[in-house]
């Protein structure tokens, strides 16, 4: 009878020593939180691959460009070289060319004849039939390709490069073709001046 009584107060001990502790306080699991898509590294990779490919588009248009205005020498297109010259820019500069041509060729001042001769070409050269027919006859080589005609290639600041078209079967023969970026967004290229090749040997 005592030692179950004994029992009993142990038991009544015990559990009242259990119920003075503490309840430690359950705490949900900590949520991860998703990873920054802006800091993600496969972000990065694609910001840096889109750089890199805009960097491409940007060096391959001007060569692009003169690929077909190439193609349009070869053909004598004047209606596709209307729309790659930049008239109000080229004709002085046809003009300034033409005329010291024909200066180089007298060791005296001019004659005002021969600088209305010089104008009165440029007329002519200034317009997408004459500069055509010209740059056709004295760079087309018939059955070559227009990147064939592609000699040098020169940047002269960013937005402004100079590429050489030679003729293929007459390499003395070329033109150099000053191009300008007047579209950066569409990439579209313009010839803002041009040096005219010289006559057959």
Not at 158 to 176: D, Q
Request: charged content about 20%; proline content about 8%; some cysteine.
């Amino acid at each position: 009878m005592s030692g179950t009584t004994t029992s009993n107060s142990w038991d009544d001990v015990w559990a009242e020593f259990d119920a003075r502790q503490p309840v430690p306080a359950v705490r949900a699991p900590a949520r991860s939180r998703p990873a920054s898509v802006w800091a993600a590294p496969s972000f990065k990779r694609l910001i840096v691959l889109m750089g890199c490919a805009l960097v491409v588009l940007y060096l391959a248009s001007p060569i692009a460009f003169a690929l077909q205005v190439a193609s349009a020498i070869q053909r004598g297109d004047a209606e596709a070289l209307s729309s790659q010259m930049d008239w109000a820019s080229l004709r002085p500069a046809l003009e300034a060319a033409l005329v010291a041509g024909a200066q180089a060729n007298h060791a005296r001042p001019m004659p005002d004849f021969i600088t209305g001769m010089a104008r009165d070409m440029t007329d002519r050269l200034a317009s997408p039939s004459g500069l055509a027919a010209l740059l056709n006859e004295r760079l087309a080589s018939p059955g070559q390709p227009a990147r064939e005609m592609l000699d040098r290639i020169r940047v002269i600041e960013a937005g402004l490069w100079e590429i050489t078209l030679i003729s293929p079967w007459a390499p003395y023969r070329s033109a150099k073709l000053t191009l300008a970026l007047v579209d950066p967004l569409r990439l579209r290229w313009e010839v803002r001046a041009i040096t005219l090749p010289s006559r057959a040997r």
